[in-house]
Structures are given as structure tokens and as C-alpha cells.
């Protein structure tokens, strides 16, 4: 019995020509897509067509944007100009040689790609639960690469591109990108606790502010850690609750309504409300909104209908119904939230230079989102050489 040999390409190459070029397309293609979006990362600003609280926004301004410090738009440049080029002396008219080395490469390259570009779609649709059209479209590209590059081309062992996978991943999940203040941009006042709703001892030696949207993802992280924090140093923090939506509807610094922050303003003023009814409830409220906005959130607000109804039947629950009804209409809650909207519009990102949630007021100095509860403590003690974890009980 004699064994089938395998499929060999025209000597000349002529045979690859159809799948060359729809590598060729494919590569350039993906090649524009990651260039808007590093460009969009160096000097600022949202994709087309996506909003300050669009999946766009919660996917590019996360973690996972980046590897380490650079953003991931810039290997995928690197990979889809190896793979162009490569493509370019891999076809008909180049030596036999030169042919078959530019085909390695573009293999390679092909398999690191996709890998990447599967890696990158599990995150979106797993981990974040948000997804970027620009990302899709780029991850779409690197796959059509990889499948035309190695369908019936040559057979090569893809180590060099899944060595290549492997090492962005290792990169992504040990070396987070590092937290990075903003404060050389604006210095943000004392936030004091006097008449402002307030977690932990209002008396506590240190105070941080916290600006924040409940409708916003990462908001959400940041002010779990940021009560994992209050028990770490119990006694010695206190932080200031400064909500703020991302709606013009109670922002006068945002432009646009946007489809996740539309109920935005609804439950700030009800969370303010249970404050000016009754102080001691705030912390309980504040929590009991922790752990029931993911569930109602989806991918949008939380529907008018489950604020109106299960948010503000649990405030009466608490505060009453006449207390809640009254402190409703306190202009205390449209001072502060005013107050808010106006630390927003200071607290500029670098990168994107724009206003935006969340951002924690740590010693003057305005920071992002903390996804670790760690890197906050880092930052915390860094800031207030005094603060020490307290002493547990046995």
C-alpha cells in the first residue's frame, strides 16, 4: 500500500495567486482597523460611532487594551504588516527559495493572529461581557488570515506564532498595566466628609472621593475594592460618594445621552435621597445597589421600571415612604450631584484627554478605575504613609 503524498503547490506558485490576495485584503484591511485604534490611543478621543459608556469604551479602556504599558493595537500593526509583506514574496514571480522562507513567515504570522484574535474574543464575550465592533472587526480580519493562509498552503509546525500567542497572554494576565495617576494634570481640593454622604467614619484620618456611575462597569469594580479597602483600614479611611451620571439629564458636561447611563441620574438621586432621609442608611443602600445593579444591567442601564419599582420600593423599605418622597425634592441632592458634575469636567484623562468615570481622589491626586483591590492599597499606602491594615480578630 503506498502512501498518499501530500499536496504540493505549483512550482511556480500561480496555484496560491486567490488565496494570496484575500490574505493581502484581509491583512490591509486589519492593518487600517488597528492603526485608528492606536492612533485613537496616543492622541486621544472614541471610535466612530461609540459613546462614553458604549461596549467600545468599557472593551478599549480596559485592562486588556494593553500589554503591560503599550496597547494591543500596536502588535497587531506589527503582525499584519509581517503578514503583508510576507504575502507579497510569497506568490508567483519570486524565487523558489526566497518562496518558500516568505511562506514560513507568513504562516507564522498567520497562526499568531488568530491566536491572538480568539484570545481577544473570549475576553470580550467572558470577562468584560462587552464587546468593541472596531476589536470584532480587526479579530474577524486575523482569522480570515489565518484560514486562507493555511488552507491547503504549506503544512509547518505554527511553534514561532502559538510561542508568540503565549507570550501576550503571559504578558496580559502577570504583568497588568501599571496604575497610572493623573494629578500632574489636575490637583482635586481636600474632599471633606462634612454634610456629604460618606462610608467608613466620617471622622477617619483619611478621605478619598469617589466619582462614579452605577450604571458604568468599571465603576462598579472600583467601588468594590473600594469597600474591600474600608474594611482593610477600618477606622482610618472614610470615602466621600460623589455619583456621577454619565447623562445630561443631571450632567451639564456631557453632550450625549447614552444607552447605558439612562437611568443613570434616577438612581443617584435615589441613593442621595435615602442619604438626606437618613444618614445611617446610606452604607446599606449604597451596598444593596452593589449587588443588584449587575443583575438588572445587562448590556445597557438598569430599566427605568426596576428603579422606579424594586430600587426605590427597597429605599422606602428603609428610609419610608414619606421621608423618601421628601428628601426627593431637598435641593441638597441637585447641589450635589452639581458639585460632582463639576470635579468631572476637571478630572481630565491623559490619554484621552476628556472627563469621565470613574476616577478615585486619593492625597489631591485623581486616579482610574482599580480593578485589583491590591493596586488600590498600593496607591492608598503610597499616599498615606500612616495607613496600615487593621488588626484582625481571632
Not at 497587531?76 to 509581517?82: C, E, F, K, P, T
Not at 498552503?153 to 506564532?161: E, F, M, N, S, T
Request: hydrophobic letters at 45%; charged letters at 15%; a neutral charge.
Amino acid at each position: 500500500m503506498t502512501e498518499t503524498p501530500p499536496m504540493q503547490d505549483h512550482p511556480s506558485g500561480r496555484g496560491d495567486a486567490p488565496r494570496l490576495w484575500l490574505v493581502r485584503a484581509a491583512a490591509l484591511a486589519g492593518l487600517c482597523i488597528s492603526g485608528y485604534l492606536f492612533y485613537l490611543s496616543a492622541k486621544g478621543g472614541t471610535p466612530l460611532g461609540c459613546g462614553e459608556s458604549s461596549g467600545c469604551a468599557d472593551v478599549l479602556g480596559s485592562r486588556w487594551s494593553k500589554a503591560w504599558r503599550f496597547p494591543v493595537s500596536a502588535p497587531a500593526m506589527i503582525a499584519y504588516l509581517v503578514v503583508l509583506a510576507a504575502s507579497l514574496h510569497a506568490g508567483p514571480g519570486t524565487p523558489a527559495g526566497q518562496r518558500r522562507t516568505a511562506r514560513l513567515i507568513l504562516n507564522s504570522a498567520a497562526v499568531a493572529a488568530g491566536g491572538a484574535a480568539l484570545w481577544f474574543i473570549g475576553l470580550q464575550l467572558f470577562v468584560l461581557k462587552h464587546v468593541c465592533v472596531f476589536c470584532m472587526a480587526a479579530h474577524a480580519c486575523s482569522l480570515v488570515i489565518l484560514a486562507a493562509a493555511l488552507w491547503q498552503g504549506p503544512r509547518v509546525k505554527p511553534l514561532v506564532g502559538l510561542a508568540a500567542v503565549a507570550g501576550l497572554v503571559a504578558v496580559q494576565v502577570f504583568l497588568p498595566p501599571p496604575v497610572s495617576t493623573l494629578s500632574r494634570f489636575v490637583q482635586i481640593g481636600g474632599i471633606e466628609t462634612r454634610g456629604a454622604p460618606t462610608l467608613g467614619d466620617p471622622d477617619a484620618p483619611h478621605v478619598v472621593g469617589f466619582l462614579y456611575d452605577y450604571n458604568c462597569y468599571y465603576c462598579l469594580q472600583t467601588h468594590a475594592a473600594l469597600h474591600a479597602a474600608l474594611e482593610r483600614y477600618d477606622g482610618q479611611l472614610a470615602v466621600v460618594l460623589l455619583p456621577t451620571a454619565i447623562d445630561p439629564a443631571c450632567n451639564p458636561y456631557v453632550q450625549e445621552r447614552s444607552p447605558v447611563s439612562l437611568t443613570s441620574c434616577a438612581i443617584a438621586r435615589l441613593l442621595l435621597a435615602v442619604w438626606v432621609a437618613d444618614p445611617g442608611q446610606l452604607a446599606v443602600f449604597d451596598a444593596y445597589l452593589l449587588d443588584q445593579v449587575p443583575r438588572y444591567k445587562r448590556t445597557g442601564s438598569v430599566p427605568p421600571e426596576i428603579v422606579d419599582g424594586v430600587f426605590r420600593d427597597e429605599a422606602e423599605r428603609r428610609v419610608g415612604a414619606e421621608a423618601l418622597a421628601a428628601a426627593l425634592t431637598d435641593p441638597r441632592i441637585d447641589g450635589r450631584l452639581q458639585d460632582s458634575a463639576n470635579l468631572y469636567h476637571v478630572a481630565v484623562d491623559p490619554q484621552f484627554m476628556r472627563p469621565g468615570v470613574p476616577r478615585v481622589v486619593i492625597a489631591g491626586g485623581v486616579y482610574p478605575a482599580f480593578e485589583d483591590p491590591a493596586q488600590l492599597y498600593q496607591v492608598l499606602e503610597a499616599a498615606y504613609p500612616g495607613l496600615k491594615p487593621a488588626p484582625r480578630n481571632e
